[in-house]
């Protein structure tokens, strides 16, 4: 099993840009999530899915679009990038019991 | 909503000594989980310890150990015979229990930096 992963590694952007970072699991997980990194203050919750065709928003949304139409993809869409939104960007993904949680090696993305 | 607090930004220790990062949370439910996180240099999120609130024992698991003082909503970590691969970003989280108004969702404190020096 590959487990998490997220491509690209790094990514810069200019201001205005649209990208998306992409996510895949290959546990076969119904639960995904996408948090953001920032220096002091922890991993914040931006979208999670709880399977297929079902996402919802975490802590700080605004910016972001997800959609999950296979049990295994879960990319994060940016419109318009912004500085703001400069961070670390981890996608995670949860089997059954409570302490499986999975995270993808991060994406480290600069807004210019 | 559920609060996670760490109050010390960086902590430093002498190698094969014990240092111990503080937690503390805020929450309204009575059962729930919380884990102590550690991300080296490289990025990626390694679980380290894990405990279930409505077990009284602390959890262990090798030279890392956890006091979990629920009444105070404290969880703190206890690294002993600190080794230098220890160095790390460590991240203290909580999650609500399957039924929970969070299950799935990880609320992570602001994180320390812990140094072993050697």
């Known amino acids: 099993n590959a487990g998490v992963t997220q491509t690209p590694k790094f990514q810069v952007l200019k201001t205005g840009q649209s990208m998306t970072l992409q996510c895949a699991q290959d546990?076969?997980?119904?639960?995904m999530s996408w948090y953001r990194q920032d220096p002091g203050m922890g991993l914040r919750l931006i979208h999670y899915?709880?399977?297929?065709?079902?996402?919802d928003q975490g802590e700080v949304p605004n910016g972001y679009n997800v959609s999950r139409s296979t049990t295994e993809d879960f990319p994060l869409r940016l419109l318009s990038a912004a500085p703001s939104q400069t961070s670390v960007y981890f996608c995670?993904?949860?089997?059954?019991?409570?302490?499986?949680?999975?995270f993808g090696p991060g994406t480290r993305l600069t807004v210019t | 909503a559920q609060t996670v607090t760490q109050s010390q930004p960086e902590m430093s220790v002498q190698e094969a000594e014990t240092v111990t990062l503080s937690c503390t949370y805020d929450t309204s439910e009575n059962n729930y989980y919380l884990f102590w996180y550690k991300q080296p240099p490289s990025r990626q999120m390694i679980l380290v310890i894990r405990q279930e609130a409505y077990k009284q024992q602390n959890a262990t698991e090798n030279r890392f150990s956890v006091n979990f003082q629920k009444a105070a909503k404290s969880f703190s970590l206890k690294i002993s015979d600190s080794q230098l691969g220890d160095t790390a970003m460590y991240f203290c989280?909580?999650?609500?229990?399957?039924?929970?108004?969070?299950?799935?969702?990880?609320?992570f404190g602001q994180g320390t930096i812990l140094t072993v020096h050697p």
């Open positions: 899915s709880v399977g297929a065709g079902i996402t």
């Open positions: 546990m076969n997980h119904e639960y």
């Open positions: 995670a993904s949860k089997g059954r019991g409570p302490y499986e949680q999975y």
């Open positions: 989280a909580f999650m609500s229990p399957a039924g929970g108004t969070s299950y799935g969702k990880l609320t």
